[in-house]
């Protein structure tokens, strides 16, 4: 593998390239739990008892956990409210 130089890129560069990570391993991750399955299939054929769990996360909120967040659109924190004053009687 190409070494690369992180300290030279740009910010723009470096997004781009966990973006490129992120998505690789997403893909990575999906065709492990495919092969996994067809194995545990095949198990399943010899009759040999196999512990199956449902994954945690849906692919799709997996790919979406690993996407970036928008840094354009600054999240807006909640105001603070101004302590309501009592009317005296």
């Known amino acids: 593998m190409q070494k690369v ?17 992120s998505e ?5 991750i999906a065709a492990r739990q495919r092969e996994l399955a ?15 769990s ?7 909120e997996i790919k979406e956990a690993l996407k970036p967040q928008d840094a354009s659109k600054p999240q807006e924190s909640p105001k603070p ?4 004053a009592d009317k005296a009687a």
């Open 5 to 21: 130089d992180l300290d030279s890129m740009s910010i723009d560069d470096l997004a781009n390239l966990r973006d490129q990570a």
């Open 24 to 28: 690789k391993l997403a893909d990575k």
């Open 38 to 52: 067809a194995e545990m299939e095949k198990l399943a054929a010899l009759g040999k008892t196999a512990k199956v």
């Open 54 to 60: 449902a994954p945690k996360k849906d692919m799709r």
């Open 81 to 84: 409210q101004a302590p309501k």
